[in-house]
């Protein structure tokens, strides 16, 4: 954590100006240009808020490689300040373990847990005051931190928090870093330098060194670039005149020129800079340790090559002078620095990385300590880097045990696909095949490419095949292969082909003791079956999964398990399960775990009846899915589920549009029809019937295509009916009531009936009349004192009190709305409360509103579904005359059409 003060900076003020209007607006700035343009120097120059908590990171390419480096820079402080953001204990742990300021973790530490954790430490920071990173050499920020700062920078939204970064972009091309600033961010590229504010710099560093009459050409060479100017400037004081005719140093000499400034080191000098360029963290105390001698210091700095800070820490002047130095070394003096590195510094990481520089002979001892090392860098949360590690483990495996390199190079590209490094992970994945002698290696290699082929499975078959012929005898192989022969015949939509290869999968994950395997082959089949045969599989392999090590495995076991209880009206052990299964994902730690359990807690709490809690898991859900996920169509909809039966509706209205949105995008059609369907939920509780039918027809008909059948699964059937009849459409009403009724009885989902019943008594009530709806439904309520799902009740009350109100029995219709409402306040369904009494106050609504009676009594029919003309026929009008009274009660009442209408008397808005 730092504070800055303004500097004088020569010619560039306007861009100063720039740069600090851009930060004043509220945007982030990325100054970019070529090495020495100067991009540094304009950061320190600026004048930064000095009301923000500034915090530093400075890259270099020698660090490149050291995970989450650039986030020690940024943090490191703030966690022992005075009073830090507290973090969940997950969280912290994760970001203590990236940060090396804990011990690495005994299980693999999620490396979205870190991303989280900054994204979250930011957002505590930014609660006090405004937070503003200041990022120099972001080409050199090492791959975690720079994937931790682009996951910060797409999330941060609202949250007050800036980005100054500078990028090294070579002549011709653009910046490549603006990823790593909270966007809106604006791109600065650094121009050149004119002649006139190259001849001032070179005056104030050499006074009349650097002759006038040299001035121009000392500018030309240097393509205004300041650095490069003043280098130039130096190498003229230090020579002396040179020749008119003779060429002056340009930028690609520069190299030269350092080389000539450091050969005037002394021997001892040379060592401890080489030893300072190779380090992460050069200091005199590492450099020492190291074996150079410390003392050769002093002839860098007073060359002014390295400074050295109180607190021991050596830098480089300039980080274009570190690299030169690691560039212009020869091999083996690199080797050697990197070797004496290795003998000191104790992160298993860094030392691996300088064994590996140190030595590029083939050897066991060395691959193997790469190997521990790329493993200790995934339990850090950086796959990435453990990905670079098993390459070089297996690029140092000896060359007559090529089945040990197969496999190191199969980790590498499982690091690499855990990294979301998909190119690398398939040419890994292809090399450890190519060279794998062994059967094991090869069918993991050839099922990881399967993996990485994503959704377009149509090229997959042959590697499947060639998996299965070395799978042979193998028992555990074979429950691998076996299962995804499943998946791929049930994503080709061959149920009877999927249901044969997960009995083979069981099969031999019993034989091979595959517990874990075998569990997700038990959920895999009681998701096809389906039905009471299914949630029995499903709560087996979830009540096994409850005695296994918590893993991505057993937690969909688990919640799958919960799921098919709540289906089948198990709501109580529903509950059970789900509750406990958060409370343990959520002690680990595991992010995306946590996502998938949330995503099922918020349907299971709402149709539970405990619907506040549903609403905060749904948004705790949608939260972790925008943090985490590309795609969060899924937490969409399951927190527009969750307002609609706790929120409020404009809330549902919003997330079901989101939702649809993305899931069209995706094209994910198994999550489409849940959008489709609480679209058209949210469109029937508005009063827009038309509307919601649009949407529900597409989610009937993707139903039936997909022959995703269960009712239980999504509850929306019952209001898709009502939705038919209230837009006219009777006859199909009546078809998808007797179909979804059908599937229910065979199925055994009891828990739908109700609400089908419901649906029923609107049908009735419209193709015959209201009282007759009534004495359907009454009978139904009277037989039904209590329902898994209370909200189902609630809402059968509520029916029954609106068609005892159309049938005029007023007393009645106040009786049953009062239940309803007494049963909604009890669970919190604040949507369907408000609905509810709006209907209490319409019960002499009509009459307040100074409706004629015809006016009234056009207006029950509309709301009963009734056509123009059986409107006409019902109160011995003409057609023209019912029309003539639609159109004043549209023109009265600010309404555009029939399903508008139907809650034109509404006093009390629905959200």
Request: include cysteine; aromatic fraction near 4%.
């Amino acid at each position: 954590m730092v504070t800055s003060r303004p500097v004088t900076l020569v010619g560039r003020g306007e861009l100063l100006a720039q740069a600090g209007a851009e930060l004043a607006a509220g945007r982030s700035v990325l100054l970019w240009g070529p090495a020495g343009i100067g991009k540094s120097t304009v950061i320190d120059a600026l004048t930064l808020p000095p009301t923000s908590l500034v915090l530093r990171a400075a890259a270099a390419e020698a660090e490149a490689d050291l995970p989450y480096l650039a986030l020690v820079d940024l943090f490191d402080g703030v966690l022992d300040g005075p009073k830090p953001p507290p973090l969940p204990p997950h969280l912290r742990a994760a970001l203590d373990g990236a940060l090396l300021r804990s011990a690495v973790p005994a299980t693999p530490q999620d490396q979205l847990a870190v991303r989280l954790a900054v994204l979250e430490l930011l957002r505590g920071l930014a609660v006090e005051r405004p937070v503003l990173l200041v990022l120099d050499d972001t080409q050199w920020i090492d791959e975690p931190s720079a994937g931790v700062l682009r996951f910060v920078a797409r999330r941060l939204g609202t949250v007050p928090v800036q980005v100054v970064a500078a990028e090294r972009v070579a002549q011709g091309e653009s910046p490549a870093r603006a990823d790593l600033c909270p966007p809106p961010c604006a791109e600065l590229a650094v121009p050149p330098l004119t002649s006139a504010d190259v001849s001032d710099i070179l005056r104030d560093r050499f006074g009349a060194g650097v002759p006038r009459h040299r001035l121009h050409r000392v500018y030309t060479a240097s393509g205004g670039n300041p650095m490069f100017a003043v280098e130039l400037g130096r190498s003229l004081q230090e020579r002396g005149e040179v020749s008119p005719t003779g060429p002056l140093p340009v930028p690609d000499r520069l190299r030269s020129l350092l080389a000539e400034r450091l050969a005037r080191l002394s021997t001892a000098g040379r060592s401890p800079l080489l030893i300072a360029a190779a380090a992460a963290r050069p200091s005199r105390d590492l450099i020492e340790r190291s074996g150079a001698d410390p003392d050769g210091l002093a002839d860098a700095i007073e060359a002014g090559v390295v400074t050295a800070a109180l607190d021991g820490a050596v830098r480089f002047t300039h980080p274009l002078l570190r690299e030169m130095v690691y560039a212009d070394a020869r091999t083996e003096e690199l080797r050697w620095a990197h070797g004496r590195l290795a003998d000191v510094v104790s992160d298993p990481v860094e030392r691996a990385r300088h064994l590996a520089a140190a030595s590029s002979t083939p050897d066991e001892a060395l691959a193997r300590t790469l190997a521990d090392a790329a493993a200790t860098a995934k339990l850090r949360g950086a796959p990435d880097a453990a990905a670079d590690l098993a390459a070089l483990a297996a690029d140092r495996t000896p060359r007559d045990t090529p089945d040990v390199a197969a496999v190191r190079r199969l980790h590498a590209a499982q690091y690499a696909y855990h990294a979301g490094a998909e190119e690398e992970a398939h040419r890994y994945a292809s090399a450890a095949l190519r060279d794998a002698a062994d059967r094991r290696t090869r069918v993991n290699a050839r099922l990881l490419l399967i993996d990485l082929a994503g959704q377009d499975q149509s090229g997959i078959a042959p590697l499947l095949d060639a998996a299965y012929g070395d799978a042979v005898d193998e028992p555990d192989l074979l429950a691998n292969v076996h299962l995804y022969r499943a998946q791929k015949a049930w994503y080709d939509a061959d149920r009877e082909t999927a249901m044969a290869e997960l009995k083979r999968a069981a099969e031999s994950a019993t034989e091979s003791a595959a517990a874990e395997r075998l569990v997700e082959v038990l959920s895999w089949q009681g998701t096809i079956l389906g039905g009471p045969a299914g949630d029995e599989l499903a709560v087996r392999a979830g009540d096994m999964a409850h005695d296994l090590p918590l893993s991505e495995e057993t937690v969909d076991a688990r919640h799958m398990a919960a799921l098919r209880q709540l289906f089948a009206g198990q709501v109580v052990d529903a509950e059970r399960r789900i509750d406990a299964l958060r409370d343990a994902v959520e002690r680990t730690g595991t992010v995306r775990e946590l996502m998938r359990v949330l995503l099922y807690a918020a349907n299971i709490l709402a149709r539970a009846g405990r619907c506040a809690d549903a609403v905060a898991a749904g948004h705790a859900c949608l939260r972790l899915y925008l943090d985490v996920a590309p795609t969060p169509g899924p937490a969409l909809i399951a927190a527009a589920t969750a307002e609609m039966y706790g929120g409020s509706v404009s809330a549902a209205a919003d997330l079901a549009e989101r939702a649809l949105a993305e899931s069209l995008s995706a094209g994910d059609e198994d999550w489409l029809r849940g959008a489709y369907a609480i679209g058209g939920q949210v469109h029937q509780m508005r009063g827009d019937s038309v509307a919601a039918v649009e949407l529900m027809r597409q989610c009937y008909d993707l139903e039936q295509r997909l022959s995703r059948t269960d009712p239980s699964v999504l509850l929306w059937h019952a209001d898709f009916v009502e939705a038919l009849v209230a837009a006219g459409a009777r006859d199909e009403a009546a078809d998808v009531l007797a179909d979804v009724r059908a599937r229910a009885n065979r199925l055994d989902r009891r828990v739908v009936l109700l609400g089908l019943d419901r649906a029923e008594a609107v049908l009735i009530a419209a193709t015959k009349e209201p009282r007759d709806g009534v004495a359907f439904l009454r009978a139904v309520v009277d037989a039904c004192t209590e329902h898994p799902y209370p909200l189902e009740l609630a809402r059968a009350w509520h029916t029954l009190g609106v068609l005892e109100r159309r049938a005029h029995r007023r007393a009645a219709a106040r009786s049953a709305l009062s239940e309803a409402v007494r049963r909604y306040e009890a669970i919190g369904a604040a949507p369907w409360l408000a609905i509810a009494e709006a209907d209490l106050l319409r019960l002499d609504g009509a009459r307040a509103a100074g409706l004629s009676d015809t006016e009234r009594r056009i207006v029950e029919l509309v709301r009963a579904g009734s056509t123009n003309r059986e409107i006409a026929r019902s109160l011995f009008l003409s057609i023209k005359a019912v029309e003539a009274n639609l159109t004043r009660l549209y023109r009265r009442l600010g309404v555009r059409n029939r399903a508008a209408l139907a809650r034109v008397l509404d006093t009390t808005p629905a959200d």
